[in-house]
C-alpha cells in the first residue's frame, strides 16, 4: 500500500484564508511539517496547540534559497517514506510560486509506486494581492520572484507583482535593475505588505523611493502597474516599427525594398561596425549595431510578408545552433574533449554534408575573396591536407612569385591573372598559419602607406615643386626618408 503525501497551501494569511479541508487535515496530522513558521496561519496553529516541524533552520545553514529548496525537498520525501501520512504546508497556494513543491514533485516523480501525492488547492497570496490593489488578472499579469528577477523576460504592457522583497537590501538591488532597463525612476508603484492580513498596508510611491520605506519584511510585494507608452529598448516594438513602415499606409521606400536591394546595405553596416569597434568608438559602435540590426529585422520583416519566416524563426534557428554546436556548455563533453574538429563534425551534420567537398561548395561567394580562400584552406586542413607551418608555407610564396614573373616577362594576360591569384592564395596560406589577420594586416600596410605618401608630399612641397615633377629616384629618397623617422 502506498504512503500518502499531502501538499497544502496555508494560504496569504492567518486561518481565515485556509480552507476547511485544509484546516481538518492539519489539525488531525501525526508527521505536519511548515516550510516555515513564519506565516500568520503558523502562529495561530501554534496556539490552538497544533504540533508541526518547520524548516526555518535550513534558511541560516545553507548557501543559496535552491540548496535550501532542495534540502527541504529531501527531507519530505524521507518524511513520506517513514510514515504513511505526511502533510507538507507552505504559504499562499502549494503551486503559485513555490519552488520546494516543484522540486519535491520532480523527486517524487519516480516514486509514483510508492507515494502518493494529493495536491490541496488554496487561497493564494495573488488572491490577496488582487483584491487589495482592485486588479483583474485577466488583462495581463507577470508574476516573479525578487531573486531571479534578471533572468526574466518582462513585458511592461502587463501589470507586475514582484514577490520575496523582504529587505532593504533586496528593494534596493530592484529599483536598480528595474530603472536601468525597464521603467523611468519616477514611475509610480505600490508597496503591499502582509495582503489580506488585518495589518495590511500599501504604499504609493515613486519607484525611486522603493528601498527608503520602513515597513518592508518577508510579507512584501511590489506591483508594477502596466505601462502604457512602449519602451523603445525592447525587440517588439523594433519590429512594430518595422512592420509599420513596410503597411499601406508606410513609407515608399522601405515599402520597395527586397532580400535583394538590401545586400549592399548589409554589407556597408557590417563594415561601419567594424570600422567603429576598430576606433574604440564606443557611442558609434552602439550606433552601427543598431543599423546593422535594423536590415536583420528588415529582412525579416519581408520575408514574414511572404509566409517564408519572422524574427522569432530566426532567434529560434541561431539560439538552437548555439546550443547544439556547444556539447561542452550545453551537453555531456568536456571542455577537454571539444576542438575544432568537433566544431567542424557538427557544422557538417547540422547541414547534412557528406564531405569536406560539399563544404567548400557552400562557401558563400559574396564573401571577400580573402576570406573564401582563408576558410577553404581551414577546411582542407581538418582533413590533414595542410603545411607544416608558414615556413613550409612560405616556400609556395617564392615558386608562385617565380611563375608570376614568368608570366610577366611572356606577356601574358591570362596567365598572369592566374599567377597573381596563386600568388596571393598562397600569401594567405602562409598568413593563416602563422595566425595573422589578412585583413588587419593589409590594413596596416594600407595605412602605413598612406603615412608615408603624405610625408613625402609635405617634403616635396616644401621644395616649391610638384610631385610629377620630380624624379622617381628623388621620391624614393624622401619615401627612405619616411621610414627612418618612423611613418
Not at 5 to 16: D, E, M, S, T
Not at 425 to 440: G, S, W
Request: aromatic letters at 10%; hydrophobic letters at 40%; charged letters at 30%.
Amino acid at each position: 500500500m502506498k504512503n500518502k503525501l499531502y501538499i497544502v497551501g496555508l494560504g496569504p494569511g492567518g486561518l481565515r484564508h485556509m480552507t476547511l479541508e485544509t484546516y481538518k487535515l492539519i489539525k488531525n496530522s501525526a508527521n505536519l511539517y511548515l516550510r516555515t513558521e513564519k506565516h500568520p496561519a503558523a502562529e495561530e496553529l501554534a496556539s490552538e496547540g497544533v504540533k508541526f516541524n518547520a524548516f526555518d533552520y535550513l534558511y541560516e545553514r545553507c548557501e543559496s534559497f535552491e540548496d535550501v529548496y532542495k534540502n527541504i525537498a529531501t527531507e519530505v520525501v524521507s518524511m513520506c517514506e517513514k510514515h504513511e501520512e505526511t502533510v507538507y504546508a507552505v504559504p499562499g497556494h502549494p503551486c503559485f510560486a513555490e519552488k520546494s513543491v516543484e522540486i519535491l514533485l520532480e523527486m517524487l516523480d519516480n516514486k509514483q509506486d510508492k507515494v502518493e501525492v494529493n495536491l490541496l488547492p488554496a487561497l493564494s497570496f495573488l488572491d490577496s494581492m488582487a483584491a487589495s490593489l482592485k486588479v483583474d488578472p485577466i488583462y495581463g499579469l507577470f508574476v516573479v520572484d525578487a531573486l531571479t528577477i534578471r533572468s526574466k523576460n518582462f513585458n511592461t504592457h502587463s501589470g507586475i507583482i514582484i514577490t520575496q522583497v523582504y529587505d532593504k537590501f533586496i528593494a534596493s538591488e530592484l529599483k536598480l535593475f528595474l530603472m536601468e532597463n525597464l521603467y523611468p525612476q519616477d514611475k509610480e508603484v505600490f508597496l503591499v505588505h502582509k495582503a489580506g492580513l488585518k495589518e495590511e498596508k500599501i504604499e504609493k510611491i515613486k519607484l525611486y523611493e522603493l528601498d527608503r520605506s520602513d515597513d518592508i519584511n518577508y510579507l512584501t510585494s511590489l506591483f508594477i502597474p502596466p505601462e502604457k507608452a512602449k519602451n523603445p529598448k525592447t525587440l517588439e516594438v523594433l519590429l512594430e516599427t518595422m512592420e509599420k513602415l513596410r503597411s499601406e499606409d508606410g513609407c515608399p521606400w522601405d515599402r520597395e525594398q527586397t532580400f535583394l536591394t538590401l545586400r549592399k546595405y548589409i554589407i556597408e553596416e557590417a563594415y561601419e561596425v567594424v570600422d567603429a569597434i576598430e576606433r574604440e568608438d564606443i557611442e558609434d559602435i552602439c550606433e552601427e549595431l543598431g543599423d546593422l540590426l535594423l536590415q536583420v529585422v528588415f529582412v525579416s520583416q519581408i520575408a514574414k510578408e511572404e509566409f517564408l519566416f519572422d524574427m522569432g524563426d530566426v532567434v529560434q534557428s541561431i539560439n538552437s545552433k548555439l546550443i547544439n554546436r556547444h556539447p561542452h556548455v550545453f551537453g555531456s563533453e568536456s571542455n577537454d574533449e571539444f576542438s575544432m574538429k568537433v566544431w567542424e563534425r557538427i557544422k557538417r551534420e547540422e547541414k547534412g554534408y557528406e564531405n569536406v567537398s560539399e563544404q567548400m561548395d557552400n562557401i558563400p561567394k559574396s564573401f571577400p575573396a580573402y576570406l573564401r580562400a582563408e576558410k577553404a584552406q581551414k577546411k582542407a586542413a581538418i582533413t590533414g591536407f595542410d603545411w607544416k607551418n608558414p615556413i613550409e608555407a612560405l616556400t609556395k610564396v617564392i615558386e608562385e612569385a617565380e611563375e608570376l614573373k614568368e608570366a610577366l616577362f611572356e606577356n601574358d594576360k591570362l596567365k598572369v591573372d592566374e599567377e597573381s591569384g596563386d600568388l596571393i592564395f598562397a600569401v594567405i596560406n602562409v598568413l593563416r598559419l602563422a595566425n595573422v589577420d589578412f585583413r588587419q594586416s593589409l590594413e596596416n600596410a594600407t595605412d602605413k602607406f598612406i603615412r608615408r605618401y603624405k610625408h613625402i608630399e609635405k617634403k616635396v612641397s616644401e621644395t616649391g615643386k610638384a610631385m610629377n615633377e620630380l624624379e622617381l629616384d628623388d621620391l624614393e629618397f624622401y619615401w627612405i626618408d619616411a621610414k627612418e623617422e618612423g611613418f
